[in-house]
């Protein structure tokens, strides 16, 4: 596929990393010689020095011939006009990354006059992900699927656990038919999708598939169910603390945050009146202590800086907060905190790289018969999780997974049928309008056909 990507910063440069890994051409356009330089150098990628809400520079770069155009500077409004321009020009796709809260709730109305195929905001989804992992506190990451009717929980088996030692294919019997998956094992540099001889080991990073409420079961049953979180204290507040403000207060949890800044603090009042919104210095610990960092049930980091996400981060650990999670934007401090104890990183440009492979692959596909719903990378990026959306007749409906040639790298774990999750057994079939969780360590797929075995593999 011909697209021309708008915008050379940190979520243009991964969004363009990953199309290009998946063999797309690739033309990224940007007024910033240094951030075209670094994008040569590490993909194979087309660069265009310039405006790229400039008619004449995306007529440049083939906007007119490409399939997609996506526009992701650090402008909203950068960005509606280079999607309305390269309507004019000719192209049938647009992606547009609008982060203000207030062009955000205007999309409704806006996306079909301005033509857009997708509005991306990676603000939003970052909270809305963050949202996820304090409804489960237990779990280091939190992905759903089917409008939440299946969810994906990350969690680290310690050495306490009842999992320790145990084979996957005895967990019916210590635990009871609780209707959850094992579905991804990681194991030091390894990732597996495990069989059910494989046998549990302390360390290792288990990927749960099942219901909300079947996930809640499962880590009550194994010890390691936390209470809700009813009070959230966030340090920062950007538009990621905003949108995470608006749904925990939405969902009766007490929100407080604490922002350096004087006139951001009365910005945040006037946006959320319910919160309760503190001038002071999240990254003093003194601060922290006298806000009441040891009583808060969950802490949240999400100032502009790594670093100080991190470090503040590890000293909420420290005093004993239950549940803390750290905003990054580079994955290398992700990596460098690995043995800081802390379990739940979210990385914003992840999130919106995730939203466009994603539509990019549904793009590629006949979304009348089985078309790709939703994509998430797991286990550091080293597979993906596809929910598919059976909508017509598609390949081997109706026959018992058993008889099945599914890719050995490959397992089909969650079926969502008539509203219900069901963890398919061996004897379950795929229907039409039935929606499918797919987890598998082969990138690239871009149909449900794919994670059949084929005969050249």
């Known amino acids: 596929m011909n697209i021309v990507l708008v915008g050379a910063g940190r979520m243009g440069g991964e969004i363009a990393l990953r199309l290009a890994d998946e063999g797309h051409d690739i033309t990224v356009v940007d ?19 310039g405006n790229g809400a400039d008619y004449s520079v995306l007529e440049e770069a083939g906007v007119a011939e490409a399939d997609l155009l996506i526009a992701v500077t650090d402008d909203d409004a950068v960005n509606m006009l280079c999607c ?38 990676p603000e939003q989804a970052a909270a809305a992900e963050i949202s996820r992992i304090l409804r489960f506190p237990s779990a280091v990451k939190v992905d759903s699927f089917a409008k939440g009717r299946a969810e994906m929980v990350e969690h680290v088996v310690d050495e306490a656990s009842p999992l320790c030692g145990l084979r996957l294919d005895h967990m019916h ?61 966030l340090v920062g507040g950007g538009r990621i603390s905003l949108y995470l403000g608006t749904y925990l207060i939405g969902s ?22 319910k919160a309760e919104v503190l001038l002071g210095d ?35 650990r420290r005093v004993g907060v239950g549940k803390v999670v750290t905003k990054v934007n580079e ?8 043995d800081a104890k802390l379990d739940s990183f979210v990385l914003p440009k992840n999130s ?58 490959t397992l089909i774990a969650a079926i969502i049928r008539n509203s219900q999750c069901v963890i398919p057994g061996g004897n379950d079939t795929l229907e039409k309008h039935d929606t499918v969780i797919a987890v598998t360590t082969k990138f690239g797929m871009n ?11």
Request: aromatic share 6%.
């Open 31 to 49: 007024n910033d010689e240094e951030c075209l330089e670094r994008i040569a150098n590490t993909m194979d990628a087309m660069t265009l020095l």
């Open 331 to 338: 994955d290398t401090f992700r990596l460098m905190a690995a």
């Open 282 to 316: 999240g990254a003093d610990p003194s601060v922290l202590e006298e806000e009441g960092v040891r009583s808060t049930d969950a802490f949240v980091t999400l100032t502009g800086s790594d670093q100080n996400n991190i470090i503040t981060s590890m000293f909420a």
């Open 84 to 121: 309305l321009t390269g309507k004019k020009l000719g192209v049938k796709n647009t992606v547009a990354r609008v982060r203000t809260m207030e062009y955000f709730r205007q999309m409704v109305f806006l996306k079909d006059e301005l033509g857009l195929s997708l509005v991306l905001n």
């Open 352 to 409: 919106a790289a995730e939203i466009v492979v994603s539509f990019v692959r549904g793009m590629q596909r006949s979304i009348d018969t089985v078309g790709i719903e939703s994509l998430h990378d797991i286990a550091y990026g080293k597979a993906e999780v596809i929910e598919f959306s059976i909508n017509g007749d598609a390949p081997n409906l109706g026959v018992p997974i058993r008889k099945l040639n599914i890719r050995r790298d």
């Open 252 to 273: 009766g949890i007490r929100v407080k945050i604490l922002e350096r800044n004087p006139d951001n603090c009365e910005s945040i009042k006037e946006i959320l009146p």
């Open 447 to 457: 149909g449900f056909e794919d994670i059949f075995v084929d005969l050249g593999d």
């Open 173 to 233: 019997s210590k635990f009871g038919n609780i209707g959850i998956l094992i579905a991804v094992v990681e194991r030091g540099d390894q990732v597996l999708i495990p069989k059910g001889d494989f046998v549990l080991r302390t360390g290792d990073v288990i990927h749960v598939v099942g219901a909300p409420n079947a996930i809640s079961a499962f880590f009550k049953s194994i010890g390691a169910y936390k209470r809700n979180v009813r009070n959230v204290m």
